[in-house]
């Protein structure tokens, strides 16, 4: 069968478009959970840098432990070395941006109301480079959750134009990768995910004796789970990628903001504004609806593969 032939296959229809929808959600879920880990439980101020390097060598340690034991260079044996190189380098691009944001003056908020335009470029661009078209409902659920992410964050004012393009570079960085995934689906999903921790392992090793504090035990232990539930979350994401055309699982993303908004209200110890309420029903009923609707769209034509 041809990649384009199998392409059509994984779609699998209603039921391929609802298994990568709910292998969406679970990446999102875990990537929450990952969130709030590094804001709510370490210790000690560590550098971006260290909670990189550490969370992708334990990702490496797991994929190798899970699925390279016998045989570890299997892990490294791609046609497409260059895309999994550049996909890897977009996971360390993604959050730098994010940091770097918030370090030239804008808020979370800003940049979690910014970075939700996500679904729509990730539209856009499986629509651009692998000619998966997707149904206007589809297009335009990216639109209204990317509005009602807005309105949950509150503020999309930017303070300058280095924190606005910073914040937008963060979402391009996102929506390349999960494209890319999708791009490398006739790869191993072991060595597609050990190439996503191995360059980012290699290009932040040598920076370790500038930047390392020695973790305790607690904070070990958090960092350990940070790389867990991080290889859990892109196994989950390599599944969604694989099931069905990139365009299904795009607005099953903004369930990281549903997670992530409950989060701050548990944090805070009250109710969400009805505003962030508002915001919240929306994406609700809009996840509801596409995962209602799946079950009735039909593929559009055009979703042979492309390359990135």
């Known amino acids: 069968?041809?990649?384009?032939?199998?392409?059509?296959?994984?779609?699998?229809?209603?039921?391929?478009?609802?298994?990568?929808?709910a292998w969406?959600?679970?990446?999102?879920v875990l990537w929450a959970g990952l969130e709030g880990l590094l804001v709510e439980r370490l210790h000690k101020p560590y550098s971006f840098l260290q909670i990189e390097w550490c969370r992708f060598a334990v990702h490496l340690g797991l994929v190798v432990l899970i699925w390279g034991r016998r045989a570890p260079g299997r892990l490294l044996r791609?046609?497409?070395?260059?895309?999994?190189?550049?996909?890897?380098?977009?996971m360390l691009a993604m959050p730098s941006a994010l940091l770097m944001a918030i370090l030239h003056g804008a808020s979370h908020g800003f940049v979690w109301s910014v970075f939700w335009i996500a679904p729509a470029?990730?539209?856009?661009?499986?629509?651009?480079?692998?000619?998966?078209?997707?149904?206007?409902?589809v297009s335009a659920a990216s639109i209204v959750g990317a509005v009602a992410a807005a309105v949950i964050f509150g503020e999309v004012r930017p303070l300058?134009?280095?924190?606005?393009?910073?914040?937008?570079?963060?979402?391009?960085?996102?929506?390349?990768?999960?494209?890319?995934?999708?791009?490398?689906?006739?790869e191993r999903p072991e060595v597609n995910l050990?190439?996503?921790?191995?360059?980012?392992?290699?290009?932040?090793?040598?920076?370790?004796?500038?930047?390392?504090?020695?973790?305790?035990?607690?904070?070990?232990?958090?960092?350990?789970?940070?790389?867990?539930?991080?290889?859990?979350?892109?196994?989950?994401?390599?599944?969604?990628?694989?099931?069905?055309?990139?365009?299904?699982?795009?607005?099953?993303?903004?369930?990281?903001?549903?997670?992530?908004?409950?989060?701050?209200?548990?944090?805070?110890?009250?109710?969400?504004?009805?505003?962030?309420a508002t915001g919240m029903a929306v994406i609700l009923i809009l996840l509801g609806a596409l995962w209602l609707g799946a079950a009735r769209i039909t593929p559009p034509d055009g979703v042979a593969p492309g390359r990135v």
């Open 194 to 276: 050990a190439y996503v921790a191995l360059p980012v392992f290699i290009v932040l090793t040598p920076v370790m004796p500038v930047v390392w504090m020695r973790p305790d035990a607690h904070d070990a232990v958090v960092l350990t789970l940070v790389g867990a539930l991080g290889l859990g979350a892109l196994y989950a994401l390599e599944r969604a990628c694989r099931a069905a055309p990139a365009w299904t699982s795009a607005s099953a993303f903004f369930t990281q903001a549903l997670c992530v908004a409950s989060l701050i209200m548990i944090a805070s110890e009250g109710p969400p504004s009805v505003r962030a």
């Open 1 to 21: 069968m041809t990649v384009a032939g199998d392409s059509l296959r994984l779609v699998g229809g209603g039921a391929g478009m609802r298994r990568a929808m």
């Open 121 to 137: 470029l990730v539209i856009g661009l499986a629509w651009l480079f692998l000619k998966e078209r997707p149904p206007l409902s």
């Open 78 to 90: 791609t046609t497409r070395p260059a895309s999994q190189i550049g996909r890897s380098l977009l």
């Open 160 to 186: 300058s134009h280095a924190t606005l393009a910073l914040a937008l570079a963060a979402a391009l960085s996102f929506s390349l990768y999960v494209v890319m995934t999708r791009t490398l689906r006739a």
């Open 24 to 28: 969406a959600i679970v990446f999102a």
